[in-house]
C-alpha cells in the first residue's frame, strides 16, 4: 500500500477524533492522473470540504488528514432527511460526516460518447489511456473506469480500517448502491456516496468492488 501524506491545513478539516462507523466512497469527477487539482480546491475552500484520501489511478493513497478526524463529504439535504422520516434531520448530516471515513478514487465518472470518443463532464475529450465501461446508472451510459491498481489499494486500505475502527463489511458488498436507509441511520459498514443521495452517481455498479468487499 503506497501512501503519500498530502496534508491539508488544519483549517480544512475538522481534527477533533471522532468515532468511526461507517466507511463512504465516492469519485472526485475530476483527472484521474493527478490529485493535485481536488487537493488544491479543498485547500482555497473555507467550507472544509473534503475526504480523509485520494486514491489515485496509479493506485497511489493520496492521505489529507487523519482517519479519525472528519471533514463535509455527504451534503445530504436537510429537506429529503425531512421527507424520508427523520426527526434529526437538522443534525443528521453533521452526524453521518463525522462518524464516517471518506475516500475518494480519482477519476471523471460519468462520461458522454460522441462519434465515438467520450467527453467529460466539462466537454474534454478524455484520455486515451482511460477506459470507460458502458453502465447505464443515473443518467449517465458511460463512466470512467476505475483501474484495477485503484481497487487493489482500495481494498488494502478499507481492510486497514476495518480493522483500526471495528467496522463491519455489511453494505454495499450486496451490490445495493441505491439510496440506503441503512446508511443514513448510521449501520456500521461500507456504503457508496450514492447510498445517501439520489443526485449523486458514485460510485458506478462496478463488480469488481463488489467482490472485493466480499472477500473482505
Given at each position: ?9 488544519i483549517n480544512q478539516y475538522y481534527p477533533e477524533p471522532q ?69 434529526d434531520f437538522m443534525i443528521r448530516n453533521n452526524i453521518l ?40 446508472w443515473r443518467g449517465y451510459e458511460y463512466f470512467q473506469k ?71
Amino acid at each position: 500500500m503506497k501512501v503519500i501524506q498530502t496534508p491539508l491545513p488544519i483549517n480544512q478539516y475538522y481534527p477533533e477524533p471522532q468515532k468511526k462507523l461507517q466507511i463512504v466512497l465516492h469519485h472526485t469527477v475530476s483527472n484521474p492522473l493527478s490529485p493535485q487539482g481536488d487537493i488544491g480546491f479543498w485547500r482555497s475552500d473555507s467550507t472544509r470540504i473534503a475526504t480523509y484520501c485520494i486514491i489515485s489511478y496509479d493506485g497511489t493513497i493520496n492521505r489529507c488528514f487523519p482517519s479519525n478526524a472528519w471533514a463535509h463529504h455527504l451534503g445530504v439535504k436537510t429537506s429529503e432527511l425531512k421527507s424520508i422520516g427523520f426527526k434529526d434531520f437538522m443534525i443528521r448530516n453533521n452526524i453521518l460526516n463525522r462518524n464516517s471515513i471518506a475516500i475518494e478514487l480519482d477519476g471523471w465518472g460519468g462520461v458522454t460518447k460522441y462519434h465515438d470518443n467520450f467527453f467529460n463532464v466539462y466537454g474534454k475529450p478524455l484520455d486515451k489511456s482511460l477506459d470507460v465501461i458502458e453502465c447505464k446508472w443515473r443518467g449517465y451510459e458511460y463512466f470512467q473506469k476505475y483501474s484495477d491498481e485503484q481497487i487493489q489499494a482500495l481494498e488494502e486500505l478499507i481492510s486497514y480500517l476495518m480493522k483500526t475502527y471495528s467496522i463491519p463489511s455489511y453494505g454495499i458488498k450486496d451490490g445495493n448502491i441505491d439510496l440506503r436507509k441503512d446508511a443514513l441511520n448510521s449501520v456500521p459498514g461500507i456504503y457508496s456516496h450514492s447510498s445517501y443521495r439520489l443526485d449523486k452517481s458514485d460510485l458506478y455498479p462496478d463488480e469488481r468492488i463488489f467482490r472485493m468487499l466480499k472477500n473482505l
